[in-house]
């Protein structure tokens, strides 16, 4: 009778297990394709491999995003052990359901592994860390990257290295070592556990030179045959030296600098982050992290901020052997303490998991990921949206080439020339001093120029590559535009009137303002035309404004929903004249119409709602007081009343 009670126990706390798994691999998926289909992705890592993908099906490797063959960027071979997935289902979304499953795969075997070290009960609190674990998370929401994938391989490389099953071992080993071109040195380091545990020489001699070939074998021989010098990542250590020959001889005649970078604050940060998150539990049993060694160099020697936090994909390949290490700590813990202190190391898994959620959901995680949980919470909100971006790109025909900012590019990734439009910013590409070859022709421009990443990539030369790109590189022509989003197509002459004009008469709107700005423009006033549409009410605003005098100023507006409580429910950045005129280029008495397109949700109109517009000086990082003798158009703080619910008139 005990033994069968055992046996429902087991069988229940098994059940609670995968349900959570299930739960786990559901719910991501879904906000994965969701945010797909809500262009909620804010970089191009996603998209390059969508490409990628395409680019498979269709008998090439070039990426036009990257501007080379994929393989130069990243050995990422397990790509071509996914191509089926894609070739059945052909979309990118595909792609992301993968990484949620690969993460899914290595919860399900650290549990059953863990179970059998430490029992069902505590292997079950152990997983609730993993599938709460903030590394792990923020890797998954992250664009896709094939890193994630070595979380289910690696996982089954250390169960199989404890089990000693070589044959297992080895095959783990291969397709971990396939997802990224710096898996192989983990791989290497197998071989230095083996000979501190006393294992027979295959252990010890098989890993250590396979590791070492395989990585030798991606980073030289292959690097060297793709090598265009147009990606060059020895670039974040270039404070030790920035080459590999740099590297080595900074090693041998300055250790001590070395020893430095190695134990900095952001270091340490870095570390204490990973294993607070995981109760610190992997420090009572620190062997099994033997392998990840120069994983945790490679981060302690970058140079790159990205490496330094938890909030992006880099952490993922630390999952693995943080978690079997915490398995072993954990059985330390608990093979040594009486019945009241295993109670308290229940309760701070407890109070972990409910920190892990707490810190994910609140963080202000960076500039690239603070929004993708109010897109996740708020995505239905901003269905409208969501229409006007898929209207843009319906547009663009399937054949044509396009350059876009981040946000489009997912969609637009299933084409032979799509380009990313930062490069065109930058210059240069990202991870090389090398210039880059912008394309003869481009087709279509899709650019939300309230893209802050895709706009920070930022040279010495963004302000004359911009003008570049749109006044004397390409001829463009405005085929629609919505809020700070603006489809263009390649012309025989440019002509922005759609957007903004220079006026050689004085044109009098018919709602005067009259408002200064520090004395160096001057809004004269607006008008506005309202359109019905199925999904919104779209409200066309034509602003002129006044150049007062030459400024150095980069002046720019915020158009916000505020409720009558002052409450902002959705905020939306306008750059005057699109960034293509900004009012330091104007000259002195020149009237400018500004033309600004933007769609008032429906919930708008349901309860007394203002659409207001906040000026910002962004040279000096300050907001402006619109000085005006109008006051009624503006509320307490200065800033300019545009539209309310009751359909101003």
């Not at 001699?205 to 793709?226: A, Q």
């Not at 090693?251 to 610190?280: H, T």
């Not at 535009?481 to 759609?498: G, H, M, P, Q």
Request: proline share 3%; hydrophobic share 45%.
């Amino acid at each position: 009778m005990d033994n069968l009670k055992e046996e429902i126990k087991k069988s229940a706390i098994d059940k609670i297990a995968f349900v959570s798994l299930g739960i786990y691999l559901f719910l991501f998926s879904v906000v994965a394709v969701l945010r797909y289909h809500f262009f909620s992705f804010v970089d191009f890592d996603f998209a390059i491999y969508a490409q990628v993908m395409w680019n498979m099906l269709h008998e090439t490797l070039h990426s036009s995003l990257l501007g080379v063959s994929f393989l130069e960027n990243h050995i990422s071979l397990i790509l071509f052990f996914i191509f089926p997935f894609y070739f059945v289902l052909k979309t990118p979304a595909c792609l992301l359901v993968f990484q949620v499953f690969a993460i899914f795969v290595g919860g399900h075997l650290f549990y059953r592994f863990a179970s059998q070290i430490i029992g069902r009960a505590w292997a079950v609190a152990l997983l609730a860390l993993y599938l709460t674990y903030p590394p792990l998370i923020y890797a998954n929401l992250y664009e896709f990257h094939p890193v994630v994938l070595t979380i289910p391989f690696l996982m089954l490389a250390l169960i199989s290295y404890q089990k000693k099953e070589f044959a297992i071992f080895l095959l783990s080993c291969f397709f971990a070592m396939l997802c990224k071109e710096n898996i192989p040195l983990a791989v290497s380091m197998f071989g230095i556990l083996a000979f501190f545990d006393k294992r027979s020489v295959r252990w010890i001699l098989i890993p250590f030179f396979l590791g070492f070939f395989v990585f030798f074998f991606f980073t030289v021989i292959i690097k060297s045959y793709l090598d265009s010098n147009s990606l060059n990542y020895f670039l974040i250590y270039q404070q030790i030296g920035g080459t590999p020959e740099g590297i080595f001889r900074n090693i041998l005649s300055s250790p001590y600098k070395i020893i430095g970078m190695l134990f900095s604050l952001d270091n340490f940060f870095l570390v204490f982050q990973m294993f607070l998150s995981v109760a610190f539990f992997p420090l009572f049993s620190l062997k099994m992290l033997v392998p990840a060694f120069p994983l945790f160099l490679q981060h302690f020697l970058s140079n790159r901020l990205l490496e330094k936090t938890i909030f992006f994909h880099y952490s993922a390949k630390f999952v693995p052997f943080l978690f079997i290490s915490s398995a072993y700590g954990l059985k330390q813990l608990i093979s040594k303490s009486s019945v009241k202190k295993r109670k308290i190391v229940g309760i701070l898994i407890v109070i972990i998991c409910f920190f892990n959620i707490y810190f994910v959901v609140n963080t202000n995680s960076g500039r690239r990921n603070i929004d993708v949980w109010k897109e996740v919470f708020c995505v239905f909100q901003r269905e409208h949206q969501r229409k006007i971006y898929q209207e843009k790109i319906d547009l663009i025909p399937a054949e044509a080439s396009v350059a876009s900012t981040f946000r489009f590019l997912p969609k637009l990734s299933q084409r032979k020339n799509v380009y990313s439009f930062h490069y065109f910013l930058q210059g240069t590409y990202i991870m090389s001093l090398k210039e880059y070859p912008w394309p003869k022709s481009v087709d279509y421009a899709l650019v939300d120029f309230d893209d802050e990443f895709a706009f920070s990539f930022k040279s010495k030369d963004a302000d004359k590559n911009l003008n570049k790109f749109f006044m004397t590189t390409y001829n463009w022509e405005v085929v629609d535009f919505e809020e700070s989003t603006v489809l263009f197509k390649a012309s025989k002459n440019s002509n922005f009137s759609s957007l903004f004009e220079i006026l050689g008469e004085k044109e009098s709107p018919n709602l005067n303002i009259k408002g200064k700005i520090k004395d160096d423009i001057e809004l004269l006033g607006f008008d506005f035309d309202i359109q019905e549409k199925e999904c919104c009410t779209e409200v066309l605003f034509f602003f002129y404004w006044k150049c007062l005098r030459p400024t150095r100023n980069d002046y720019n507006a915020s158009v916000a929903i505020v409720d009558a409580q002052g409450k902002v429910s959705h905020q939306q950045r306008k750059y005057t004249c699109y960034r293509l005129y900004p009012t330091y280029q104007w000259k002195k008495g020149e009237v400018v119409k500004e033309k600004y397109r933007y769609c008032l949700p429906r919930s708008f109109f349901k309860e007394k709602n203002f659409l207001k517009m906040i000026i910002m000086d962004d040279t000096n990082k300050e907001f402006i007081k619109i000085e005006s003798e109008y006051k009624k158009r503006f509320d307490s703080d200065g800033n300019l009343i545009l539209f309310n619910g009751k359909k101003m008139k």
